[in-house]
Nanobody
């Protein structure tokens, strides 16, 4: 059974930091590119960051150098370090693992940025 379980969300003040983690099981993790998406209320789900099987990373323009995605192939986890958070970063954050023919999502973790 494939499972992706996000953790680390919560309430943080503007300018604060959070570290999200996604623990996976049931897949050969090193074969999957891993993404973090987010979905704010009333908005479409959007890609935040991606890390390839080789460790290359890509970020959405709105990240502006504030977030870092990383993966640990020994622990089968992918993390998203988020710094200098803004109210507009408020959303449910999802991790996704994909390779050609496979596409798995976690259940999401809520991030609220508010004073």
């Amino acid at each position: 059974q494939v499972r992706l379980v996000e953790s680390g969300g919560g309430l943080v003040q503007p300018g604060g930091s959070l570290r999200l983690s996604c623990a996976t099981s049931g897949i050969i993790f090193r074969l999957y590119a891993m993404d973090w998406f987010r979905q704010a209320p009333g908005k479409q789900r959007e890609l935040v960051a991606r890390i390839t099987t080789g460790g290359s990373t890509n970020y959405a323009d709105f990240v502006e150098g504030r977030f870092t995605i990383s993966r640990d192939n020994a622990k089968n986890t992918v993390d998203l370090q988020m710094n200098d958070l803004k109210p507009e970063d408020t959303a449910v954050y999802y991790c996704r693992g994909f390779k050609i023919g496979d596409n798995y999502w976690g259940q999401g973790t809520q991030v609220i940025v508010s004073s």
